[in-house]
Nanobody, 121 residues
Framework: QVQLVESGGGLVQPGGSLRLSCAASGSIFGNKKMGWYRQAPGNQRELVAITTAGGHTNYADSVKDRFTISRDVAKNTVYLQMNSLKLEDTAVYYC???????????????WGQGTQVTVSS
């Protein structure tokens, strides 16, 4: 089991930026996909962005060209840089580690505790 700890959430105005961090226990990048998911009130949890150790990425259409997922292998940390934030980006953001062979859209793997991102004027 992988332990994941998120940080970096908070309150930001529309158009602002935030960077989320997810620190993982153990060496996970070689055999895990690392991703960010989010859940807004009343909605199901959804994929935001995910990356493999080989650098392949997958983004939700709603965040393409605004969000960037990256990883620091030496620090066992994955980041989500969020720019041009919109009201509809408000949600709890979760870090996830899942097997390489798994779907990006299934509820599998290990999850962090979540960090709240609120976009409001």
């Amino acid at each position: 089991q992988v332990q994941l700890v998120e940080s970096g959430g908070g309150l930001v105005q529309p158009g602002g930026s935030l960077r989320l961090s997810c620190a993982a226990s153990g060496s996970i990048f070689g055999n895990k996909k690392m991703g960010w998911y989010r859940q807004a009130p009343g909605n199901q949890r959804e994929l935001v962005a995910i990356t493999t150790a080989g650098g392949h990425t997958n983004y939700a259409d709603s965040v393409k060209d605004r969000f960037t997922i990256s990883r620091d292998v030496a620090k066992n940390t994955v980041y989500l840089q969020m720019n041009s934030l919109k009201l509809e980006d408000t949600a709890v953001y979760y870090c996830n580690a899942r097997p390489l062979y798994s779907s990006d859209y299934s509820d599998v793997g290990d999850w962090g505790q979540g960090t709240q991102v609120t976009v409001s004027s």
